[in-house]
């Protein structure tokens, strides 16, 4: 992809942001969104997005691969790797060569390592005192992410979340949680959702994923009423 | 509809908060029988009474359990429910020594409903009347709606009163067996919460962790065949 084209498709991604904050949207299609464009347009090999738990626990709530492995590998981050650490020190984590930092977060550089990623930069999605969650970009090569890729990975978190905290900054603090714990919970049936699929079609968990993705774009419905329908048997994919 | 007897028996259990002891009440609400007992045994779970409401109720279990013979026996083993709505009169020869040893019993009718999950056995309902009586077709499929929910009530009461099973606190761990509960409602035709208590009751009768379970199942190393609704009434 030359830079012209690159370019054209960041506008592109930030214009569909500003459309789905405008005509109202789903957090958790939101973040699926935003993981896809970092994978699409940056020089990364996987993206996910952990949001806080009531418990203030991270967990994860979109990611460009459905594979149970990457997801495992960030669930761990979140509990002991850069992606924990960027959420607890609220600034940018960057891990250039996992072999490097592996005293520190053994059991998340090993994991890692056996999916081939050796890099990773984390994002804070904060605005000003508020930090709902962090966004993780991974690479199979080492060393640092370019400029270019930094600044248009943090454009694209900041827009997120100003989007995610905009709506919200009348109410109160609670609204904000529930509204993160709700996309946190609507991954409940979209996970069932996935095994449903992945047994109907006979296909793994992660095609399951792309088959509702596919879906809930084409009908320009959310991934939550998609799932939703799958789980009560509704709608067959 | 706010009278109808069977609803406010499924109602009273349902709002029962499961008191294991009161299980067999709500029978008597809509079914012209005049005691009514439970019992768990079976492949699953060990065999007790669990909940009586009369003596005689309680005595009908015993005599099965002690003689190894009875219609509740023949309710769980054939999956389905045995009437018997005169037995001064039946011709019935498969329970000698338990049709025996009730004749000094007052009793005129009998009859047993398998209590069932999935392929799990979880005991049966043994109902008695002291004079002879039919059930009509719509009460045999009340009683057995009514067992239905019994099973499950049952289930997660011997489910969440072992401490065998420590609580899946990862989030990843979650996650596998939020995919294997969509697996399994999709291989069983049911609802997402009774797919999550047929892996969490394979976790407890295999003593397992859930979350072994749900990674077998995302691997297709189990599968769940359909649940088998009781058969028809012999």
């Known amino acids: ?237 | 509809m706010a009278n109808d007897p069977f609803l406010m028996a499924s109602d009273a259990l349902t709002d029962s908060g499961a008191r294991i002891s009161e299980l067999a009440r709500p029978f008597l609400r809509f079914l012209p029988v005049s005691g009514a007992s439970i019992s768990t045994f079976g492949s699953f779970l060990g065999a007790e009474t669990i909940s009586a409401t009369d003596a005689r109720a309680g005595r009908v279990d015993e005599l099965q359990f002690d003689l190894g013979e009875g219609p509740c026996w023949d309710a769980l083993v054939n999956r389905r429910p045995v009437l018997e709505p005169d037995l001064a009169s039946t011709s019935r020869v498969s329970w000698p020594a338990f049709l025996e040893a009730i004749r000094e019993e007052e009793i005129g009718a009998i009859f047993a409903f398998p209590l069932l999950f999935g392929p799990l056995e979880i005991g049966a309902v043994d109902l008695y009347s002291i004079a002879p009586v039919s059930l009509t077709p719509e009460q045999q499929g009340q009683a057995l709606a009514l067992s239905a929910i019994v099973s499950r009530i049952i289930l997660r009461h011997a489910i969440s009163s072992t401490d065998n099973l420590p609580d899946e606190t990862t989030t990843f761990s979650r996650r596998l067996i939020h995919q294997a509960t969509g697996m399994v409602l999709a291989q069983l035709g049911t609802t997402a919460e009774d797919a999550h208590l047929v892996i969490q009751a394979r976790a407890f009768a295999e003593n397992r962790p859930m979350r072994e379970i749900a990674q077998d199942v995302i691997e297709r190393r189990i599968r769940f065949a359909a649940l088998t609704e009781p058969g028809p009434i012999l």
């Open chain 1, 1 to 237: 992809m030359n830079e012209t084209t690159r370019l054209k498709l960041l506008f592109d991604a930030f214009a569909t942001f500003a459309d789905t904050l405008v005509v109202g949207y789903d957090i958790l299609d939101l973040l699926q969104t935003l993981v896809e464009t970092c994978h699409d347009l940056l020089d990364v090999d996987s993206a996910g997005i952990l949001l806080a738990n009531a418990a203030d626990k991270l967990e994860v709530v979109a990611s460009t691969s459905e594979a149970n492995t990457l997801v495992e590998v960030m669930q761990i981050d979140a509990d002991a790797g850069p992606c924990l650490e960027c959420f607890r020190t609220r600034a940018v984590v960057s891990l250039p060569d996992i072999d490097v930092g592996s005293s520190r977060w053994a059991a998340f550089c090993d994991t890692a390592r056996a999916q081939g990623i050796h890099s990773v930069y984390a994002i804070p999605l904060r605005l000003r005192d508020t930090t709902i969650g962090t966004l993780n970009l991974m690479r199979n090569e080492r060393g640092e992410l370019n400029q270019h890729d930094i600044r248009a990975a943090q454009a694209l978190a900041d827009v997120a979340t100003i989007g995610i905290l905009q709506e919200r900054t009348i109410r109160d603090a609670s609204t904000l949680r529930d509204q993160l714990q709700k996309a946190l919970s609507s991954r409940i049936i979209i996970e069932q959702a996935k095994g449903v699929v992945a047994e109907t079609a006979n296909v793994s968990i992660e095609a399951a994923f792309d088959l509702i993705r596919r879906h809930a774009r084409s009908h320009q419905t959310s991934l939550s009423l998609v799932a939703q329908r799958l789980v009560t048997r509704d709608l067959s994919l």
